[in-house]
């Protein structure tokens, strides 16, 4: 199938300038019988990040997305962005901008090629089926050469999958593990058999923190799909209005993309809410996926004990467990996670500096930074709450 002409490669400014079913036909052509396996590399996630001005002008995620095209028809897509700074990346290369700059480097602007705002493991070289290998080798070529043609620093592919790591280090990109905390689900079949897997002590101390949370003085909803309202949208605003103010920082996400993910993507929301007396106090965000859920944002206006455990992990497993999702991504951070089931796994990314020296550099110090990781994983995993054989 993948034999024919030569490729042809290209950036583009918008996603208006590609056809939806043309970039999910690479992106998620599983969605034709079914949920995508990944809601964030679809055209409509993408597209709202855009429509609603949370990448573009002014906001150091300038899209260029790659299309790789082979007699005239398009055979492999990739999220890609010039960035002029390290927010909203979650696979934190502070160290690199820094050394890059003492060494007389300017280190922005760089390539990002990712899903912005999104810590959630998933394919970055999206191609149609059969075209993996010359598409995934195009896009590899394609982010390598611009970076040297523009006289770049770097190039930097995150959250990419295992095996696209082992790809891009085929190709000379530098292979950086990094980890977060999954939950994942071994076919239970309730809550309560989840906590039967537990040691005594971490499962009284989890129930204990979801009856704190349920006395909260209100109701809990879970809303998906047609149960979603705009009003629901403008409560969950505020929260996300106020972790941000709590975290010192600028919400990257505007209004207008909470709106467009209703009109176009609220099949793939679950939208947890505290509610009392009929105003909702407090909310998570997740993203439905075809066999995870994935947890992103949190917020409240009233603070209540261990409310924020059960509305952003307990809440996200039961909705797991009842629906057969394999795992829950919880998002970036967070070794609080561990005591609530969730374990220590690996995050991928691949780094590219045209400079060979720094290129050695890095490499050396991922090698080094690799061994702490291993390390720090196989000393959290004695920590994890569940009983012992």
């Known amino acids: 199938m993948a034999d024919g002409g030569a490729l042809s490669v290209t950036l583009v400014a918008s996603l208006n300038e590609i056809a939806a079913q043309d970039w999910d036909a690479c992106a998620c052509p599983e969605a034709a ?63 690199f901008a820094q050394a890059y700059t003492r060494a007389g480097g300017q280190y922005y602007p760089k390539l990002q090629l990712a899903v912005p705002f999104t810590p959630a493991t998933g394919k970055r070289f999206l191609c149609k089926p059969g075209y993996e290998e010359p598409g995934t080798a195009a896009i590899l070529q394609a982010v390598a050469q611009v970076a040297r043609d523009n006289r770049l620093s770097s190039a930097h592919v995150t959250f990419c999958t295992a095996e696209e790591a082992a790809r891009g280090a085929e190709h000379g990109f530098l292979h950086r593990v990094t980890e977060q905390f999954h939950w994942e689900n071994q076919g239970y079949s309730s809550f309560d058999s989840f906590l039967a897997a537990l040691s005594s002590r ?57 709106d467009t993910v209703q009109d176009t993507m609220r099949d793939d929301v679950l939208l947890v809410m505290a509610e009392r007396d009929g105003t909702p106090i407090a909310g998570a965000l997740n993203f439905i996926g075809r066999d995870c859920l994935y947890g992103r944002y949190w917020g409240c206006l009233d603070d209540h004990s261990c409310l924020h455990f059960e509305l952003c992990y307990y809440q996200a497993m039961d909705f797991a467990i009842e629906h057969g999702l394999a795992r829950v991504e919880a998002g970036a951070q967070g070794t609080h996670k561990l005591a609530r089931g969730y374990m220590p796994s690996e995050v991928h990314s691949l780094h590219h500096f045209p400079e060979p020296g720094f290129q050695q550099a890095v490499a050396r110090y991922l090698r080094e930074e690799r061994a702490a990781i291993d390390y720090e994983m196989s000393a959290l995993a004695n920590f994890a709450p569940f009983r012992r054989s």
Do not use: C, M, N
Not at 66 to 78: K, P, S
Not at 213 to 236: C, K, M, N, S
């Open 33 to 95: 019988t079914g949920r995508p396996a990944d809601p964030f590399t679809t055209y409509r996630f993408l597209h709202a990040l855009e429509a609603s001005g949370s990448v573009g002008t002014g906001t150091g995620w300038e899209p260029r997305y790659i299309t790789v095209e082979q007699d005239g028809a398009l055979i492999a897509v990739a999220p890609h962005y010039v960035k002029s700074h390290s927010q909203g990346e979650y696979i934190f290369d502070h160290a």
């Open 202 to 258: 971490k499962r009284k101390t989890i129930r204990k923190e979801r009856a704190t949370a349920q006395a909260f003085g209100g109701v809990i909803r879970a809303y998906t799909g047609d149960d979603l309202r705009p009003e629901h949208w403008d409560a969950f605003w505020q929260f996300y209005q106020d972790t941000g103010a709590r975290k010192w920082g600028t919400p990257y996400l505007t209004r207008a993309f909470f």
